[in-house]
Structures are given as C-alpha cells and as structure tokens.
C-alpha cells in the first residue's frame, strides 16, 4: 500500500533523488573484492515514507527488498548529508517563488504528543498523567505552511520555546517590514512581549482571562497544520528516542505539506507536463 498517491511521490523522490551523492553498485573496499549490490535509494525511501506515514516499526514494514537495519542505516547516512532539511528548505523556496509566502501574519502554537519510547526529547506530560511524551513548538505563515520548529519535551512550557522558533525566521531570506505575531493565551507573559519587541515583531496575544475562538487572530491555521503533522502516526505516536531523527521526520512531513499544497493551488494557475488530471 503506498504512503502517498503518485502525483505527489513522484515529484517529490525527483527532488530528493538529486540530492543525493553519486554510490556505486558495489563496494570497492570490500577486503574480498566482492559485496552485495547495494539496495536501491528509491526502496529505502519509499520505506522510510511507510515508517512516517503509518508509524510501524522499521521491522514490521521491513521485506525481502530492504531490511530494518539497512532503513535506519540509509536514515542516518541522509541525515548526517543534511539531505531531509534541504529538502525541506528547496520545497518551501519554490512554493513562496511559484505561489507566495503570506509572512505578514505568522502563528506559533505547541502541540503534546505520545512519546512512549521516551528518548532525549520526551518527558513527563501535563495532560496525559505524566506519561511520557513531547512537546512541538511549531511556526506557520498565514495560509498554514510550516515554516520550521523546535521539539522539547511534553514538560516545557510554550512560551519558552518562542525565542527558538522565531529563530527559524533567518532561514527565510529577506522578510516583510511588518510581521504580526498570533499567539493564544499560553504565551500571555511580559517576557514573551519582552522577546517579541526586542525582534521587532508585532504581536495579537489572546488574554488568560478572555476566551477566544481557536479562528482568532488567524490562530486557526497552525492548529490545522497540527492536524496535518498529526496524521502522520509517526509523529502523534513516536518511539524515537534521538531528537536528530525527529527533526529528520519532521522535515520531511513539513515537506510534504507544504509539496501538496503546492501541487493543489498551482493546478489552478499553472500548466505542466504530469499535471494531474483533476485537481487533486
């Protein structure tokens, strides 16, 4: 069963494919002069969305075309390349030069899932009877497309990740001169205003003691982008324990949302050979 429909696979691996360093077949260092073929990049790939996509163990989705071992084998060898946070960065700049990124309004918000493997980024969560979990500190631009984040465990509060997420904002070139600032009534501190001033961002902070609809102040759209990255089983239920492979897998479901928005709204403005037949 396959993780992802083909008109977003396929372009997606082309991009990925390209940034990948040139293997041979064999090894060549081998002591005997011979060695198995090495396993193609696309399988392990294709398992790796399996892993993201399903959240199964690297041994359940594991067959006779690839082994666990050789999944999180080729997972660090890409990781260690950077190859999961280019991506990631090559896909976000297409998408703000093919349809634009809305960074006048940005919203930052967390968001606690399961981390029963606990690991360097889990601890004791406040909602769930301490078990263990973490937290996503997550920053989107106005439509909902993530535009980076930082994973700490489930027992940190928000308004102290703030300062690290908008850190992520150098990575996106030149910026508007006006950037709002949405924010919900967990960051309601004067050191969260103390942060937002020093960087010279406005900000719309909904009061502890008003209640506001999760729409206002265009807070609506990062709790959508929670949905998404939820409903990748990797992410909503996680077993890793290293926070480098979270990044990873974070990266690459921030590139994927942000491919399949892409691919929806420019079928309505533009042309191309492998367009979609409907708008998907």
Known sequence: MPALPSWLIEPLWDQFATLLPARPM???????????????????FDKLLQVLRFGCAYQEIADTTCSATTIRNRRDEWMALGIFEDLRHIVLLVYDRMVGL???DIAIDGCLTKAPGGGECAGPSPVDRHKQGKRRSSMVEGYGIPLGGVSAPANQQDCTLLAPTLDKLHDL???????????DAGYDY????AVLDHRG???????????????AHHR?????????H????RLSRCYERRTTVINAFYDLADTIITLRTLIR???????????PARQP
Do not use: M
Request: with cysteine; glycine share 2%; hydrophobic share 30%.
């Open 102 to 104: 809305l960074l006048e």
């Open 173 to 183: 070139g030149p910026l508007p001169e006006q950037i709002t600032v949405h924010l």
């Open 190 to 193: 004067h050191t969260t205003r």
């Open 230 to 233: 939820n409903a990748f089983k």
């Open 26 to 44: 064999f090894d060549s260092t081998h002591p005997l002069g011979c060695h198995r073929c090495r396993i193609p990049d696309r399988i392990v």
């Open 201 to 215: 961002l406005h900000h719309k902070i909904s009061r502890k003691t008003t209640r506001a609809p999760s729409y």
């Open 265 to 275: 709204r420019a079928w309505r403005l533009y042309r191309w050979d492998t367009r």
């Open 220 to 228: 609506w759209h990062v709790e959508r982008t929670h949905a998404w």
